[in-house]
């Protein structure tokens, strides 16, 4: 079975402060994860991901991610929050039998102070 | 422009009332799929489909039901609309033959049932 937990439900940071937002994932597998953004009132956007590739992910707008297998870990981080980084954050693995569908965590919002 | 679309975004409507949620893709994908969020919460799949004739249920049990017979298009139908339908319904596709499984969302339907 698949499944991501999200440790942060909220996390606040000062603008031009670095990022953490923590993700810890099980799988059955060798597990495919991402990290998707939505900002309010929009879709679902994807930052990154990783596929058994190089363990360190570079995504859009800044952020990357470190796949560690030891810690079954995948936390998103970026050098230094810009106030449009402001949105919920979705860790998510994917499901690497037929059906590859994807089981999203419960969400991380990110608030950016000024 | 390669793009997923949903209509309406906002939807309020009473009890009872049929309504048909449109969601269509200009990208070809093959796999289309239907989530509910609520608000804050995380996404749960509620419909998948394959191809043209084919439609799955999710890991969320719903009350909908959604139809399949063009590539591009996949609406989602609640007979009987009732409050507790009440949620934001996001609609994704995505190619079938990665590993990858990137889904791309379209903007939603925020559905309100009074």
């Known amino acids: 079975a698949q499944s991501v937990t999200q440790l942060d439900s909220h996390v606040s940071v000062s603008e031009g402060t670095p990022v953490l937002l923590r993700c810890n994932y099980s799988?059955?597998?060798?597990?495919?994860l991402f990290w998707y953004v939505q900002h309010p009132n929009k879709g679902l956007q994807l930052l990154l991901k990783?596929?058994?590739?190089?363990?360190l992910v570079k995504g859009i707008n800044g952020f990357e991610a470190e796949f560690k297998k030891s810690e079954t870990s995948f936390h998103l981080t970026k050098p230094s929050a810009h106030m449009s980084d402001a949105a919920e954050y979705f860790c998510?693995?994917?499901?690497?039998?037929?059906?590859?569908?994807?089981?999203f965590g419960t969400g991380t919002r990110l608030t950016v102070i000024p | 422009e390669a793009d997923i679309y949903q209509t309406p975004r906002y939807l309020v409507i009473g009890t009872g009332k049929k309504i048909t949620l449109e969601c269509s893709q200009t990208?070809?994908?093959?796999?289309m799929y239907w989530y509910q969020q609520d608000p804050g919460m995380e996404l749960h799949l509620i419909h998948y489909?394959?191809?043209?004739?084919?439609?799955e249920k999710g890991d969320l049990s719903s009350e909908s039901t959604v139809s399949r017979i063009r590539t591009e298009h996949f609406p989602l139908t609640l007979e009987s609309a009732r409050p507790s339908h009440t949620s934001q319904y996001l609609c994704?596709?995505?190619?079938?033959?990665?590993?990858?499984?990137?889904?791309?969302f379209g903007p939603g339907t925020r559905l309100t049932v009074l």
């Open positions: 990783y596929t058994s590739a190089a363990t």
């Open positions: 998510v693995v994917s499901d690497q039998t037929g059906a590859n569908n994807l089981f």
């Open positions: 994704a596709s995505s190619e079938w033959d990665t590993i990858y499984n990137e889904q791309f």
């Open positions: 489909s394959y191809g043209v004739n084919s439609t």
């Open positions: 799988s059955s597998y060798s597990p495919s």
């Open positions: 990208m070809g994908h093959d796999k």
